[in-house]
């Protein structure tokens, strides 16, 4: 589904600034795969999600999604076959429209434009069903401004507007960092949910160790630009905290310390 291969990306070169963000890092993902993605500050975890999202491109390398090379393409172009939450709630909605209306848009996602989406009775239903499977209170809410929610509510509006047309790669960027811990919990739930349901191809950053070992079939680490450890299936299921921490340590012969991803 997700071939990443050989790809390097340095920032600022030849200057006093430069950064090595990706340094030949090859990921291979299969379909139904959901994948957590760890790391410290600066190790490349969203420099690798917006490479794979064409937000700007690689220096080398090539990008395949379900066959199809894009690292040529700029990001508007992949936008078809990708899904995204980013970690600020206040991005990928329109807050000055309805909530029928991001999620009309969202359904349009990779067809030819038109106003075939404006509100037609079916299409309200559906979202009327979706909105009522999150538990949030929203179905009784489509007329709603998106500004207007809470950021738990507008996150988890995102999350369905990303995965409403089942993208063929689903990529979450830190999206429950900006929440307290509570409505956090919620949405992992939800997107766990989603994922398994709709067997998305997934990629999530995250900074809490736990929750990168409670969720997905497989986890990576990202140090200095490269994969440093992969785990999946009983492997995975099997490690603790420590147990990471340790793989780290011995992989990469840093220290994790004085890390924010040790906040769990």
């Known amino acids: 589904m997700l071939d990443v291969k050989e790809i390097r990306k340095t920032f600022n070169a030849g200057t006093v600034n430069e950064k090595k963000a990706l340094q030949g890092l090859n990921l291979h993902l299969n379909n139904g795969d959901f994948v957590t993605v760890i790391g410290g500050n600066g190790a490349g975890k969203s420099t690798m999600l917006n490479a794979i999202a064409g937000v700007w491109p690689v220096d080398s390398g090539s990008i395949v999604i ?141 900074h809490n160790m736990k929750d990168a070992l409670r969720y997905g079939n497989r986890l990576i680490m990202l140090h200095n630009g490269n994969i440093i450890i992969d785990v999946a299936g009983e492997e995975k299921a099997k490690l603790d905290v420590p147990d990471l921490l340790k793989m780290f340590e011995q992989a990469s012969g840093d220290a994790l310390a004085s890390d924010r991803m040790l906040l769990t």
Do not use: C
């Not at 936008?79 to 995204?84: D, F, L, N, Q």
């Not at 991005?91 to 106003?115: D, H, V, Y």
């Not at 949405?187 to 999530?204: A, G, H, N, P, Y």
């Open 66 to 206: 379900d066959g199809v090379d894009v690292t040529k393409q700029p990001e508007y172009k992949r936008a078809k076959y990708i899904g995204r939450v980013f970690q600020d709630p206040m991005m990928g909605t329109a807050a000055n429209m309805q909530i029928e209306e991001n999620l009309a848009i969202a359904s349009r996602r990779g067809k030819f434009p038109g106003l075939a989406w404006s509100s037609k009775a079916k299409q309200k239903e559906l979202f009327r069903e979706m909105l009522a499977e999150l538990d949030l209170g929203l179905e009784d809410r489509l007329t709603s401004k998106v500004g207007l929610l809470s950021g738990g509510q507008r996150q988890a509006i995102t999350l369905l507007m990303a995965t409403l047309s089942q993208p063929k790669l689903l990529l979450l960027d830190e999206h429950t960092a900006a929440l307290d811990p509570k409505t956090a919990a919620k949405v992992l739930e939800l997107t766990e949910r989603i994922v398994t349901r709709d067997k998305l191809t997934t990629l999530m950053i995250t």
